[in-house]
C-alpha cells in the first residue's frame, strides 16, 4: 500500500484538505538542534529498551494496540481530512493497526527465540536474534497509521528505537501516532517523530547512531535513500510500489467478477500499491467485463469523503497527484486508448479526478509501464494463458499479483509464473498481520508483517560454546 504520486511542493509540514484545497494547519519543520536532541535520546533509550524482557515489551507493545481502536474515530478524522481518505477506510485503517501490534506483541516472543544449529565439530550452536539499534523510518502519505504500525511493531518488540520521519501532509496522523506511543507507555526516545527535512534525512542517515532505514515510497526516493543507506553501509528495507496484474482467465459471474475488480482497485481511491493497476481478462469476458466496469464508473460526481454519499467519488491525496495522473491519462489517450468512462481533472484547487476505466494501453504509453497511483482502471484482452503470464510480467514492478479461474490448478500454474513478492489465487490479496509484504524487482526489498517483519532490523548471532 505505497505512495508513489509526487507530494505537494509545499514549504515545511501542512494539512492541506484535498477535497477544498484549503491549508487547515501548518507546521514548522524540525530544527538541526532537535533533529540532534531527538538522535541523543533513541541511542540512550536503545541503551535500556534493549535489555528490557521482550514479555515486558510485549505489555506495552499490546496497549498500542489497544490505543489504536480506542482512538479509531479520532484518527480516521485526521487522515480524512489530510489525505482524503473515506472515513469508514480510515477508521478501517486504524484498527488494522490494532491486529499488526498485537501480532508481534503475541508473537514476538516465539519469532525471536533462539534457534539451534547443528554443530558439525560439537560443541552447542545457536543462532540468536537481537536488536541492533536505532532506525530511522520514512513513511509515506496513503496509510499513514499502517505503514507506520508494519514498520514499528515489530521493532519495537525487538528491542530496537525508532526515529519516524511522516510525510510532509500527514503532521497530525504523525503526533497521533507519537501521542499513542506515549499514552502506551514507551520510554521517552523508544520512538520519536521528528519533522525533518530532507537534507535532515541525509545527514540522519549518515549519523552512525543511526543502525538502519526504512521507507516506503515512490521509486525515485527509494533509489536515492537506497545510495544514501549504501553510501553509509546502513541496512535498508524499501518499499516502492507496483504495477499489480490481476488475471481473470475465467469466470461464472463476470458482473461478480468485475464488481471485486473495480472495488479492489479504487480502494483508497486506487492510492495503494497493491492495487490491481494492470486488468488482464481472457477475451471470451473481456468485453463484458469492462462493460461492467464502465457502467460502476459512470455517472459519479465529487463527494466529501467524511460523508461517503453514494454516487461520489473522493479526491486524491493532492492536487498535485491528480494533475500528473490526469497527465498520465491524457498521453494515452493522446496515443490511441480507449477512454470507456471518468478521465475528467475538476478544476483546482481540490483534488478531483473522475475514477477511469482505460483499454487499448500498448507499449509507448506511459500508463503501460508506469504505475498509475489513483482510480484508473486499465484493461488488457489475451487469448492464452501463456500470453496473460507473459503480458503479467510485462512490467519493471514486482510487488504483488492475482490470478482467478474457476479451476484452481490453472490459476494455480498462472500464479506460480508470476515475478513478484506476493502472488494469489482466487483473491486480490492475501493480507493480514500475518502475512508478509514485499516485492522484486523495482518494488524495492525486503519484508514487513508475518514472521519475515521481525527478521530485518535484526542481528542473527551465533552463539557457540564449545565441548
Known amino acids: 500500500m505505497t505512495a508513489t504520486a509526487p507530494t505537494p511542493n509545499v514549504p515545511g509540514y501542512r494539512v492541506l484538505n484535498p477535497a477544498t484545497g484549503a491549508v487547515v494547519e501548518e507546521f514548522q519543520t524540525a530544527t538541526d538542534a532537535q533533529i ?3 538522535l541523543a535520546a533513541s541511542a540512550a ?3 535500556t529498551w534493549k535489555n528490557v524482557p521482550i514479555e515486558e515489551r510485549a505489555v506495552i ?3 498500542i494496540a489497544e490505543l489504536f481502536t480506542e482512538r479509531a474515530g479520532k484518527l480516521a478524522s485526521i487522515i480524512t481530512e489530510e489525505m482524503g481518505k473515506a472515513y469508514s477506510q480510515s477508521q478501517g485503517e486504524a484498527e488494522f493497526c490494532t491486529d499488526i501490534f498485537a501480532y508481534f506483541a503475541t508473537e514476538g516472543p516465539a519469532l525471536t527465540a533462539d534457534m539451534p544449529i547443528k554443530a558439525m565439530n560439537g560443541g552447542r550452536a545457536v543462532v540468536q536474534k537481537l536488536p541492533v539499534g536505532p532506525l530511522l523510518g ?3 502519505w496513503n496509510y499513514p497509521y499502517y505503514q507506520v504500525a508494519r514498520f514499528a511493531a515489530p521493532n519495537l518488540m525487538l528491542g530496537n528505537t525508532i526515529v519516524l520521519k511522516h510525510a510532509e501532509m500527514c503532521p497530525r496522523s504523525a503526533l497521533a501516532i507519537q501521542a499513542i506511543m506515549d499514552d502506551a507507555g514507551l520510554p521517552a526516545g523508544v520512538y520519536t517523530n521528528v519533522f525533518a527535512s530532507h537534507d535532515q534525512i541525509a545527514d540522519i542517515i549518515a549519523d552512525a547512531r543511526i543502525q538502519g532505514v526504512s521507507l516506503t515510497g515512490s521509486e525515485r526516493a527509494g533509489a536515492i535513500i537506497g545510495q544514501l543507506a549504501g553510501k553509509n553501509l546502513k541496512k535498508a528495507v524499501l518499499e516502492l510500489g507496483g504495477s499489480d496484474p490481476y488475471v481473470i482467465l475465467d469466470s461464472d459471474d463476470v458482473k461478480d467478477a468485475a464488481n471485486t475488480a473495480w472495488f479492489t482497485r479504487i480502494e483508497n481511491t486506487g492510492q495503494a500499491c497493491n492495487s490491481n493497476k494492470r486488468m488482464i481478462v481472457m477475451e471470451d469476458i473481456f468485453d463484458e467485463f469492462v462493460s461492467e466496469l464502465t457502467a460502476l464508473a459512470t455517472g459519479l460526481v465529487p463527494g466529501d469523503p467524511a460523508k461517503e454519499e453514494e454516487g461520489t467519488f473522493g479526491p486524491l491525496s493532492s492536487r498535485v497527484a491528480a494533475e500528473a495522473l490526469s497527465e498520465q491519462i491524457q498521453d494515452a489517450l493522446d496515443k490511441g486508448a480507449t477512454l470507456h468512462a471518468g478521465g475528467t481533472l475538476h478544476e483546482g484547487p481540490s483534488a478531483f479526478l473522475e475514477p477511469t476505466v482505460l483499454t487499448g494501453i500498448v507499449p509507448g504509453m506511459r500508463a503501460y509501464h508506469e504505475e498509475l497511483f489513483g482510480p484508473v482502471a486499465v484493461v488488457y484482452k489475451v487469448s492464452t494463458d501463456e500470453e496473460a503470464l507473459k503480458l503479467a510480467n510485462d512490467t519493471p514492478y514486482g510487488l504483488g499479483g ?5 479451476n484452481e490448478e490453472r490459476a494455480h500454474k ?5 515475478e513478484s513478492g506476493m502472488s494469489n489465487v482466487n483473491t486480490p ?5 500475518d502475512m508478509p509484504f514485499g516485492g522484486v524487482k523495482r518494488s524495492g526489498y525486503g519484508r514487513e508483517l508475518g514472521p519475515l517483519g521481525m527478521d530485518e532490523f535484526v542481528n542473527k548471532r551465533l552463539f557457540y560454546i564449545a565441548d
Open 138 to 140: 520514512i513513511m509515506p
Open 45 to 47: 533509550a536503545y541503551a
Open 36 to 38: 540532534q536532541d531527538a
Open 61 to 63: 507493545v499490546h496497549r
Open 402 to 406: 492475482a490470478v482467478f479461474s474457476r
Open 414 to 418: 498462472v500464479a506460480s509464473g508470476l
Open 429 to 433: 490479496a492475501g493480507e493480514g498481520a
